[in-house]
């Protein structure tokens, strides 16, 4: 414990000379989990909470990884220092990150951005359990804005609101995105819509649709602001100009007012309630190895039974 606390601290101390090492080292150890990560959370959540942090989600295919890879490459060539958290479809044989669309970045790290990729690790909705601290890393130690791109394996990522400042919806002018989109609940978290692929047929259908989406959704009260829509064609940089300036103007939104409190606030709470639902679900697979059936018990009591005895465990103490 010791030994690892003092790995932790001579890290700390060399990321904030700016060595990019030491952050990769940490956010490796916070990837990992366990003592060390908690010791990194420990180190680092003081020095966090100055950075922009921007969620880009949609479906597969519709070119999340190319906008990432130009607005990194545009802020590290400005006066920025962009990181990109890009989290990829754990791969079925090792657990690790499937790495493909990570080439595509190579531009934007050679101009100056962070890069880092991660294996989703079969957490549900997409985002590992270790994305909050991993940002919480690149803020802690100057990186800003923080992009973090979602996989987009099939299942659009709602988690990606509870651990980012402005959420990018990427739909495409086909296969009735804009329609899905919707059904999947991500017209509530959007604070900006992108139509990619609007060189295609079909790209103004699309807009029209989420145009009269949003315009259910505030009639119903279910939005405080408009989500703008942006059209942009990413492989030819059509649009690139009107899509970053639509991010930086929610962000001056946020921090005009106490939106960006709340939001923050609300990050916080996700975080610690995603932590909880992970220690008792693992608490509670150690506790159904050795259950055996009761004759005359209902699987309901056996059940109530089971949370008052895990509520008293060593592990929560």
């Known amino acids: 414990m010791a030994n690892e606390n003092s790995t932790v601290i001579s890290l700390v101390e060399n990321a904030s000379k700016g060595d990019r090492r030491s952050v990769s080292r940490l956010l490796t150890l916070v990837e990992r989990g366990g003592i060390s990560a908690e010791e990194v959370a420990e180190a680092t959540h003081k020095l966090a909470g100055k950075s922009h942090?921007?969620?880009?989600?949609?479906?597969?295919?519709?070119?999340?990884?190319?906008?990432?890879a130009s607005l990194a490459k545009d802020l590290a060539t400005s006066e920025y220092k962009p990181a990109v958290l890009a989290v990829d479809p754990s791969s079925p044989l090792t657990g690790g990150a499937i790495l493909g669309d990570r080439v595509r970045m190579e531009e934007a790290s050679e101009a100056g951005a962070f890069i880092r990729s991660m294996a989703t690790r079969g957490h549900a909705g997409g985002l590992a359990l270790a994305v909050p601290g991993m940002v919480r890393v690149f803020d802690a130690f100057g990186f800003n804005p923080i992009i973090i791109e979602t996989v987009g394996v099939g299942q659009v990522e709602v988690d990606v609101a509870s651990a980012a400042d402005t959420v990018v919806v990427v739909v495409t002018s086909g296969w009735g995105d804009a329609v899905q989109a919707n059904k999947a609940g991500l017209l509530e978290i959007a604070d900006l819509f992108?139509?990619?692929?609007?060189?295609?047929?079909?790209?103004?259908?699309?807009?029209?649709?989420?145009?009269?989406?949003?315009?259910?959704?505030?009639?119903t009260g279910q939005m405080s602001r408009r989500p703008e829509i942006v059209m942009t064609t990413a492989t030819e940089g059509e649009g690139f100009d009107e899509f970053k300036k639509a991010i930086f103007e929610h962000k001056e939104f946020l921090f005009e007012g106490e939106q960006i409190s709340v939001r923050r606030s609300n990050r916080w709470k996700a975080e610690v309630s995603s932590r909880l639902d992970y220690l008792l679900s693992e608490v509670a697979k150690k506790s159904m190895e050795d259950l055996?059936?009761?004759?005359?018990?209902?699987?309901?009591?056996?059940?109530?039974?089971?949370?008052?005895?895990?509520?008293?465990?060593?592990?929560?103490?």
Not at 56 to 64: F, L, V
């Open 53 to 68: 942090v921007i969620g880009i989600t949609g479906a597969p295919g519709a070119g999340k990884s190319t906008l990432t």
């Open 194 to 219: 992108v139509v990619n692929k609007a060189d295609r047929p079909g790209a103004s259908d699309a807009r029209r649709d989420l145009e009269l989406m949003i315009d259910l959704s505030q009639v």
């Open 292 to 317: 055996e059936e009761k004759e005359g018990s209902s699987p309901g009591l056996i059940a109530r039974e089971m949370a008052k005895n895990i509520l008293k465990k060593d592990e929560f103490r």
